[in-house]
């Protein structure tokens, strides 16, 4: 139903060119296609992704920081997300742009599955660097605790 109400959309946008007289064949109609293209296989990935991390629409906003009326109306193409989301997106899941906008990842999940384990790796640091920058804050106040003591002994 998603792919004929966007297809509905370029037929109707086509028809509207042509009315007006645009040159079709050497502009319009291929970055036309382009785009919707593009539409079609992001909105599938966005919700290909949110399904294969088994999130709800709330969780998976979350997780970007989006709210779950963001993802839903990405997921059935009413809307467009941002490139800073798309980048963020396709960063998160250790995959290319070209990948996120231009393949179907519901129909090839083999995309993905090559990279689990660098997504596995990379979540791995990210939680250890977290643990480490806790720790350097516990030793930093220690630190502040130490000095202050060191100046009060001093006067």
Not at 93 to 100: A, C, P, R
Request: net charge positive.
């Amino acid at each position: 139903m998603q792919i004929f109400s966007a297809f509905a959309e370029f037929v109707g946008i086509l028809f509207v060119a042509c009315l007006q007289g645009i040159k079709l064949i050497t502009t319009f109609v291929p970055n036309l296609l382009i785009q919707f293209l593009i539409s079609m296989y992001l909105n599938a990935n966005i919700k290909f992704l949110r399904q294969y991390s088994q999130l709800t629409q709330a969780a998976f906003g979350e997780l970007f920081g989006k709210s779950r009326t963001n993802i839903d109306g990405w997921e059935r193409g009413k809307a467009k997300p941002d490139e800073a989301f798309q980048l963020a997106l396709a960063k998160h899941f250790n995959i290319s742009m070209e990948t996120l906008l231009q393949k179907n990842l519901n129909a090839n999940p083999g995309l993905l599955k090559g990279d689990q384990k660098e997504n596995d790796t990379i979540k791995a640091k990210d939680e250890l660097i977290k643990i480490l920058r806790e720790q350097v804050k516990k030793l930093e106040a220690q630190n502040d605790a130490l000095l202050s003591k060191l100046l009060s002994d001093e006067k």
